[in-house]
């Protein structure tokens, strides 16, 4: 009967501890995918409000070289920007790491950035490589008044860079894959027991990135299994050795070893429960510092 009793409170210590899992412990996690979607959808944001400037929209180059610079300062994985008027000729360009040209004057009709834009009258998204690197490419009409189109402005991203400004920001170990191709590491030396999840970014369809499975509920889950398992043969070995009556005015064996074994169980919940409750408010507050730094002014 004692055997029974504690396979039955061990069974409903398990669902208990499932279901405070579950429900009771708020769910402060923010995944690396949610961060890293939310940076992208940053800076794409970011370059449509560039585009729809009155200065962008303009032919004079003074303006728009300042608002080129003001961007490269702001967003550090921007490493190209370029406006072309409506006959497919840059007017203003500026490269990450190059001098500033005052006066340019190259054609880019053929280049498909330029050519979907004007075909479609919509935005570009696409992606290429350079030197080993891969840049995003977003490009979009320029309409001015009359709904007359002006030409088309492009932006290209370094997507490393993207991902090396993330890492700067969180200690959790993360792989980037780009068409299955591993893209940028950061601390991982997992083989197993990850998650991978696709990333929305505006370009590219096939890039997933690569998680940790947390650690602190797997390692819950065998402490507790662990714990069941030598609390019940414990409390079986009294069940086994005597059945013989308790004297007057002492308690029986049984309910002593039934007692304990409900306080152990109610113990280990307890403690496991709040050694995840603070992993997850880490996990959280880890994430709201990231997101300040990327979305406070320069």
Same mark, same amino acid.
């Given at each position: 009967?004692?055997?029974?009793?504690?396979?039955?409170?061990?069974?409903?210590?398990?669902?208990?501890?499932?279901?405070?899992?579950?429900?009771?412990?708020?769910?402060?996690?923010?995944?690396?995918?949610?961060?890293?979607?939310?940076?992208?959808?940053?800076?794409?944001?970011?370059?449509?409000?560039?585009?729809?400037?009155?200065?962008?929209?303009?032919?004079?180059?003074?303006?728009?070289?300042?608002?080129?610079?003001?961007? =490269?300062? +702001?967003?550090?994985?921007?490493? /190209? @920007?370029? #406006?072309?008027?409506? &006959?497919?000729?840059?007017?203003? $360009?500026?490269?990450?790491?190059?001098?500033?040209?005052?006066?340019?004057?190259?054609?880019?009709?053929?280049?498909?950035?330029?050519?979907?834009?004007?075909?479609?009258?919509?935005?570009?998204?696409?992606?290429?490589?350079?030197?080993?690197?891969?840049?995003?490419?977003?490009?979009?009409?320029?309409?001015?008044?009359?709904?007359?189109?002006?030409?088309?402005?492009?932006?290209?991203?370094?997507?490393?860079?993207?991902?090396?400004? =993330?890492? +700067?920001?969180?200690?959790?170990? /993360? @792989?980037? #894959?780009?068409?299955? &191709?591993?893209?940028?590491?950061? $601390?991982?030396?997992?083989?197993?027991?990850?998650?991978?999840?696709?990333?929305?970014?505006?370009?590219?369809?096939?890039?997933?990135?690569?998680?940790?499975?947390?650690?602190?509920?797997?390692?819950?889950?065998?402490?507790?299994?662990?714990?069941?398992?030598?609390?019940?043969?414990?409390?079986?070995?009294?069940?086994?050795?005597?059945?013989?009556?308790?004297?007057?005015?002492?308690?029986?064996?049984?309910?002593?070893?039934?007692?304990?074994?409900?306080?152990?169980?109610?113990?280990?919940?307890?403690?496991?429960?709040?050694?995840?409750?603070?992993?997850?408010?880490?996990?959280?507050?880890?994430?709201?510092?990231?997101?300040?730094?990327?979305?406070?002014?320069?």
């Amino acid at each position: 009967m004692l055997l029974q009793a504690t396979k039955k409170t061990c069974m409903l210590g398990c669902l208990a501890l499932t279901l405070s899992l579950l429900v009771s412990v708020p769910c402060f996690s923010e995944s690396m995918k949610d961060t890293a979607n939310a940076y992208f959808s940053v800076l794409k944001k970011d370059f449509d409000k560039l585009a729809s400037s009155k200065a962008i929209k303009n032919s004079r180059t003074g303006p728009i070289n300042g608002l080129f610079v003001a961007s =490269l300062k +702001k967003h550090l994985p921007i490493s /190209y @920007l370029a #406006r072309a008027n409506a &006959k497919g000729v840059i007017i203003s $360009e500026l490269v990450r790491g190059e001098m500033l040209k005052k006066k340019v004057h190259r054609k880019v009709g053929n280049e498909d950035w330029y050519s979907f834009v004007v075909k479609n009258k919509r935005a570009f998204n696409g992606i290429s490589e350079e030197n080993s690197r891969y840049y995003l490419t977003w490009s979009v009409p320029l309409v001015g008044a009359k709904k007359r189109s002006t030409g088309v402005m492009v932006e290209k991203i370094d997507l490393w860079e993207c991902f090396h400004m =993330l890492s +700067k920001e969180t200690t959790a170990p /993360y @792989l980037v #894959r780009l068409e299955k &191709k591993s893209l940028y590491s950061h $601390e991982w030396k997992n083989e197993s027991g990850f998650f991978e999840e696709p990333l929305t970014i505006p370009g590219t369809e096939r890039i997933t990135i690569l998680t940790e499975k947390p650690v602190v509920a797997s390692h819950a889950a065998e402490t507790l299994d662990v714990s069941v398992q030598r609390v019940t043969s414990v409390a079986a070995a009294p069940a086994q050795v005597t059945a013989e009556k308790p004297e007057k005015g002492q308690k029986s064996p049984a309910k002593t070893a039934k007692n304990r074994v409900l306080v152990i169980i109610i113990g280990i919940i307890v403690a496991l429960l709040l050694i995840i409750f603070l992993f997850r408010f880490y996990t959280w507050l880890n994430h709201k510092f990231l997101m300040h730094s990327i979305n406070k002014p320069d």
